[in-house]
Each structure stands twice: as structure tokens, then as C-alpha cells.
């Protein structure tokens, strides 16, 4: 099966970019590792489950944790905002969040660009993350903004638009929000990427993954997902010509995003460092438990009886 013909027999995942109902969370971690050289830093992410997501940040890496956060905790999740349509609006709102140099709605607030000396990542990330919600395109989002660690509450900057809400206390997801989430990820599977515009795994990562031109965008996605999000409305269309991507808004050709993947594939093992892995919210690899811990065991119990 090639990625083609898979790409032919899926028809595009209805619900792709909106399941109703869903959680999606931007969530602000902040370290407070005994190490100071990691003691108060903090990480924007993005998660529809963020009980889940703080015990893999706290895990490491091989738990689904991202690389800048392994290591370098125990991390406190001290506030999310949620609320979000979709997975692509809050997936926009985090990479803005991370990249407040680079987004084109914050890249003219020339007092966002950096940290102020003295200033302290979090108030640092507290300043972005007021602007943003006074901006378009998210100022019209009912949005919530949840305050998880109370010694971490503060006033906002400026009044935040009237439909949006700051609550405290943790999150609690609905029953029928988590069996969204077990379909879309059968426990049987192993660790993979998530796509993320349908969200669901993208099992073969090196045929049908495509990610974006702009190497500071971590977008990771299906062929046929992204295909269909560029092709929008044009229906009769089978390959876009040029769209926008849905995280950092670059614009691409079609051919040139395939032209990238085929050099990302040609260059052997670099495929993983191009994508990153700090967007993604994966499902922990299955825990190991004692029944695999022997079957080396019994192996060298065989090797030993056949000398
Ligand atoms: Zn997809
Ligand atoms: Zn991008």
C-alpha cells in the first residue's frame, strides 16, 4: 500500500478539525526543578487532556514528554486556556504563545519580543498571553482561562473581553470528552505521532507525515489531512496548488512541501528532529510490566539447553 492509494480510500475525516464538544487546551508549565538553571522556566503547550499531559511532562521523554521539558522538572501546570473550537484554533493560539517573534499577530508588539531584565519567564509569559486574548483573532473566543496553581493567580493586564471567563481549579473532563479520546486512540497501539489536524495517529510516519516549510513550525500532519485543509472549499480538486499552513500561517506550494519530505527522507534519520516533538499529545507507550521483564529469561534458559 503506498501512500498514495491510502490516500485515495480514506475519504477526508469528516469531523477532521471540530469534534464538538472536545477539550483542547494551551496549558503554561512552569519548572521548579532544584537546579536553577531550570527553576522557573516555563513551557506553552497544547493538550485535549491535561491531567494526562502533566504526568507525561513530569515522566520524560520516553513517557510521551517533550524534549525541553525532560529533566528538567518536577513542572507545575499553573494555567490553561480552553475553550477553543477546534484543535487548529488552539494549536494556532499555542504556537503564537511560543513564538511571539514570529507569529504574525504578535510581531508587531515590539514589548512582546523579549523577556525584560529581571523580569521572570512566567510574568514574561503572563504578558504575551494578555495581549493575546485581547487580540484578534482570539478576542471573539469564549474562551476560559483556568488558574491551576493558586500562588501563581494574578490580576490580568488589561480587562479581558466580556464572553471570556478566569476560573480556578482543576479541570474536569466529561465522560463523553474522554470516550472522543478512546476512540481515536485504541490502548493497543504503540507511541506514535499524532496528526494534528484529524488528531489521530499517523501510523506509518514515513510515508504519510508531511510537515511545513517554515523550519521553526512544528506542524505534523497527514499527507491526505493536509491535502484536504489546503484544497478547503475547492471541490473537483484532487492535489492543492499553494496554501497557508493552519499553525504559523506560512505560505507553500504543494510541490515544495513534497519536495522537502523527499529530502527529509533522502537524508535518513532527520525526519524526527524536523518535525520536533513538543506539539504533539501523545498517548503513553504501554507501561512495562513483569510478565515482559521475563521473557529474556526463559530465552536464555533455551540458548542454554540447545549448547
Ligand atoms: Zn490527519
Ligand atoms: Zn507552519
Redesign the pocket.
Known amino acids: 500500500m503506498n501512500t498514495y492509494e491510502a490516500s485515495s480510500s480514506l475519504s477526508p475525516p469528516k469531523d477532521a478539525v471540530a469534534h464538538k464538544g472536545q477539550f483542547y487546551g494551551v496549558y503554561l508549565l512552569c519548572s521548579q526543578s532544584p537546579d536553577l538553571r531550570y527553576r522557573g522556566k516555563c513551557y506553552v503547550g497544547f493538550t485535549v487532556n491535561p491531567n494526562r499531559r502533566i504526568k507525561q511532562h513530569n515522566r520524560g521523554r520516553d513517557f510521551g514528554g517533550a524534549k525541553k521539558t525532560s529533566n528538567k522538572g518536577p513542572w507545575e501546570m499553573v494555567m490553561i486556556v480552553h475553550g477553543f473550537p477546534n484543535n487548529i484554533a488552539a494549536l494556532q493560539f499555542e504556537w503564537a504563545w511560543q513564538q511571539p517573534t514570529l507569529s504574525t499577530r504578535l510581531k508587531t508588539f515590539n514589548e512582546l519580543k523579549r523577556k525584560r531584565p529581571r523580569e521572570s519567564h512566567f510574568d514574561y509569559n503572563f504578558r504575551i498571553v494578555s495581549c493575546m486574548l485581547c487580540i484578534g483573532p482570539w478576542h471573539r473566543l469564549p474562551l476560559t482561562i483556568r488558574w491551576l496553581e493558586v500562588g501563581y493567580e494574578r490580576d490580568f493586564l488589561e480587562p479581558l473581553p466580556k464572553q471570556m471567563q478566569v476560573v480556578s481549579g482543576k479541570v474536569a473532563i466529561t465522560a463523553s470528552q474522554r470516550k472522543l479520546k478512546s476512540l481515536e486512540q485504541p490502548a493497543t497501539q504503540l507511541w506514535t505521532p499524532e496528526c494534528h489536524l484529524c488528531m489521530q495517529r499517523i501510523v506509518q510516519p514515513e510515508r504519510s507525515r508531511i510537515g ?3 523550519a521553526t ?1 512544528c ?1 505534523t500532519c497527514h499527507i491526505i489531512c493536509l491535502a484536504n485543509y489546503m484544497l478547503g472549499d475547492e471541490k473537483g480538486h484532487y492535489i492543492p496548488v499553494t496554501g497557508v ?1 493552519p ?4 505560505t507553500f506550494t504543494w510541490a515544495a512541501l513534497l519536495q522537502r519530505k523527499r529530502t527529509l527522507q533522502k537524508g535518513g534519520g532527520c525526519e524526527e528532529e524536523a518535525y520536533g516533538d513538543e506539539l504533539s499529545d501523545m498517548e503513553e507507550p504501554p507501561d512495562v510490566n513483569s510478565d515482559i521483564e521475563e521473557v529474556p529469561q526463559q530465552n536464555e534458559k533455551i540458548y542454554e539447553l540447545s549448547d
Open positions: 511545513c516549510l517554515n513550525c506542524l499552513c499553525l504559523c500561517e506560512t
